[in-house]
């Protein structure tokens, strides 16, 4: 039987793609997808996914973070049609902290069945990391790709 610090939390479904857990601080934490369809017309079955802390407590190295996200993005990635766009968010400066802890998750827990596609768009004011995730059985992993790369050059404003 594994202990409690190799399972994740119990996670809480809220509604459609939007999942809610409790860590053992006490932080409760919201996972969720958003349609981005409407920013390239090949990105149907295209989400983005956001983690956000209730709070702005400190938030201590929790292990079980990390498995209770992986636990939802495989939920996610059953359905191998789904493909997933990471942004980086940059409101806090900590972007380039954010990209290095996907990317140190991805590589620990991927078992192969995800494919990943990295690119930055940077201006005078700011750099956005940003990744796509795939199944790699998603019958449309060409044209996501080319479409993301282009939505990358447009700087992710929608391309219609």
């Not at 996907?102 to 750099?127: H, L, P």
Request: glycine share 2%.
């Amino acid at each position: 039987m594994a202990s409690n610090s190799q399972l994740p939390y119990e996670i809480s479904k809220e509604e459609d793609q939007s999942y809610t857990f409790v860590t053992k601080h006490g932080i409760t934490y919201h996972a969720y997808f958003l349609d981005y369809n409407g920013y390239h017309p090949a990105f149907t079955d295209v989400y983005t996914f956001n983690i956000e802390p209730e709070d702005d407590r400190p938030h201590p190295i929790d292990k079980r973070i990390a498995l209770t996200v992986v636990h939802i993005l495989q939920m996610f990635f059953r359905r191998h049609e789904n493909a997933m766009i990471m942004i980086c968010d940059n409101l806090d400066g900590k972007e380039m902290k954010r990209e290095r802890l996907f990317s140190r998750w991805f590589a620990a827990y991927n078992d192969g069945s995800i494919r990943k596609y990295d690119a930055s768009v940077s201006s005078d004011n700011y750099m956005l990391y940003v990744s796509l995730y795939l199944h790699k059985a998603n019958p449309r992993q060409q044209d996501l790709v080319r479409a993301f790369y282009e939505l990358v050059k447009n700087e992710l404003y929608p391309i219609d």
